[in-house]
């Protein structure tokens, strides 16, 4: 869905640059050392588990996985500067010490993160390409998931989440295939699954559903 654009939107995403890191590769391999341990809270060594999310949209999801889990650090990446706008306010009056956004598309993960820096990946309900010539695009396509096994720890996740039937059967497929990874949970139709329990929605999950679509998920464990 085209987002409107927001006027003066650099101004605007200024006002916020305490949660914006805009040069993200200069965090490769120090992303923890962004984030306040004493406030967002830590393992048990007090460095917090860091988890990313592909594609934050308006920060739904990742504003409320954040606020659930203070001992995490959470990373939200979206390259729409009207979309991540709207990420940032929801963040602010949220007042969430371990969030913070990227505004920017990643597309090399080892050009952006270190080996095994990573705990989790959350891609929900990424843009499906549905065109062959833009396989490469795809959020799941080999080059991706080469990179996220590159960026998990042992045990890391990486978790999808979808409508879309054909993007989800593509993943499957793509993951399924990997060297690396195992998939341990999947299903066509999240809420009426036993994995649904604690499910956090994102802005398209809620109107996806209302509209009776079934919401695909899979989550699949680095070996």
């Known amino acids: 869905m085209r987002q409107r ?3 003066d939107i650099e101004y605007k995403l200024a006002e916020h640059d305490r949660l914006l890191i805009t040069e993200p590769a200069e965090k490769r391999g120090v992303w923890r050392q962004s984030f306040d ?3 967002a809270g830590g393992s048990a060594n007090g ?3 860091l988890y990313l999310e592909l594609g934050c949209g308006k920060g739904r999801f990742i504003c409320e996985t954040a606020a659930r889990d203070p001992a995490g650090a959470y990373i939200g990446v979206e390259g729409q500067q009207s979309v991540m706008y709207r990420a940032l306010v929801n963040a ?3 007042e969430l010490p371990n969030l913070l956004f990227c505004p920017c598309y990643i597309r ?3 050009m952006y993160f270190a080996e095994s820096e990573l705990l989790g990946i959350y891609l929900n309900f990424s843009d499906p390409w549905p065109k062959a010539r833009h396989e490469k695009r795809r959020l799941t396509a080999p080059g991706y998931l080469a990179g996220y096994l590159h960026a998990l720890e042992a045990g890391g996740f990486l978790r999808v989440k979808t409508d879309n039937d054909d993007f989800f059967a593509y993943s499957r497929t793509g993951i ?3 060297p690396g990874f195992e998939i341990v949970e999947c299903t066509d139709d999240l809420h009426r699954s036993a994995y649904g329990r604690g499910n956090v929605m994102t802005e398209y999950e809620h109107k996806f559903l209302n ?3 079934r919401i695909k998920y899979l989550f699949a464990r680095r070996r």
């Open 5 to 7: 654009n927001i006027k």
């Open 37 to 39: 341990h004493g406030q």
């Open 47 to 49: 460095i917090p588990r």
């Open 92 to 94: 602010e009056e949220r």
């Open 108 to 110: 090399e993960m080892d």
């Open 176 to 178: 399924e295939a990997m």
């Open 211 to 213: 509209i009776g679509r």
